[in-house]
């Protein structure tokens, strides 16, 4: 029991650290379920077109397999606070779909978050891999409240509502350089 608590514990330290107060774990927990639905949704997107003549029970088996991939290929996420709203948290990938350079200094790239991230997914498809699939075929649109609001209900309406992006740099959009100068390595002559 002890060895399982010791292996354990650097998987469930970024959950305690998360929860240090139970609206910021409740973000986070909801977060963890839009980063999955939204993983879903890419990785049925960016599979193989399926071919023409596909019956309805091997495009069933594609997405089946697609969903149950996507635990395994998460992009990398950080923590960040709601930028309008200061008392909500939530999670943004480490790379913007539009290129443009992340403001890091905003975000909390905690190592143990992948971790963290990759078992809420596996929570959260355990034994639900087909119906996620039915759902993607049926309506994909309304994935992400069908698995985080109704069922796994670890989402609100107003946690929904709320957009959580990566920062853009300003710095380094700007085309400015950042300067990271240490002085203390100088030695003066005399």
């Not at 350079?101 to 959260?124: H, S, T, Y």
Request: negative net charge.
């Amino acid at each position: 029991m002890y060895l399982m608590q010791v292996l354990l514990l650097p998987l469930l330290l970024p959950a305690a650290q998360a929860s240090g107060d139970s609206s910021k774990s409740a973000d986070l927990n909801c977060s963890a379920c839009r980063a999955v639905s939204r993983a879903i949704l890419t990785a049925i997107e960016t599979a193989k077109s399926p071919p023409k003549a596909e019956d309805d029970k091997a495009k069933f088996a594609r997405l089946s397999d697609a969903v149950e991939r996507v635990c395994r290929h998460l992009p990398v996420y950080g923590r960040m606070q709601h930028q309008e709203k200061q008392d909500r948290w939530g999670l943004v990938t480490m790379t913007r779909d539009d290129g443009k350079p992340v403001d890091m200094e905003q975000i909390d790239a905690d190592p143990g978050l992948g971790n963290w991230l990759r078992m809420r997914c596996e929570e959260l498809l355990d034994d639900r891999e087909e119906a996620v699939a039915r759902q993607v075929v049926q309506r994909p649109r309304q994935l992400e409240a069908w698995l985080c609001a109704e069922v796994a209900a670890v989402c609100t309406a107003e946690q929904l509502a709320l957009d959580f992006v990566a920062p853009i740099d300003p710095v380094v959009a700007s085309g400015a350089q950042k300067l990271d100068l240490k002085f203390d390595s100088v030695k003066p002559e005399l």
